[in-house]
């Protein structure tokens, strides 16, 4: 069965960074792009950045262009974020997500900024 689990997460401060890594089984990951969303608390769950399934394709939402990087290793079948310059506002759980014939997510990691 499909399995997402993400790590990484923690308490930075404001400017600091965090690398989130999503350990991916039980579908041919190559295959398939991936995506990273977060939530933050009483806020809807929003697309943070995607990877097409070769790593060529990224695209990231406005609010994180310029600071984070999505990345991929699909023999090692990750998905990784790499969030530079971060933001109070960036506090949210992140989850890791699978568009196929169903959507899957993993379970989420926290991410907090505050000094």
């Known amino acids: 069965q499909v399995q997402l689990v993400e790590s990484g997460g923690g308490l930075v401060q404001p400017g600091g960074s965090l690398r989130l890594s999503c350990a991916a089984s039980?579908?041919?990951?190559?295959?398939?792009?991936m995506s990273w969303y977060r939530q933050a608390p009483g806020k809807e769950r929003e697309l943070v950045a995607i990877i097409g399934n070769t790593g060529s394709y990224t695209n990231y939402a406005d609010s994180v262009k310029g600071r984070f990087t999505i990345s991929r290793d699909n023999a090692k079948n990750t998905v990784d974020l790499q969030m530079n310059s971060l933001k109070p506002e960036d506090t949210a759980v992140y989850y890791c997500?699978?568009?196929?014939?169903?959507?899957?997510w993993g379970q989420g990691t926290q991410v907090t900024v505050s000094s």
């Open positions: 039980g579908f041919t990951f190559r295959s398939y792009a």
């Open positions: 997500r699978l568009a196929a014939t169903a959507v899957y």
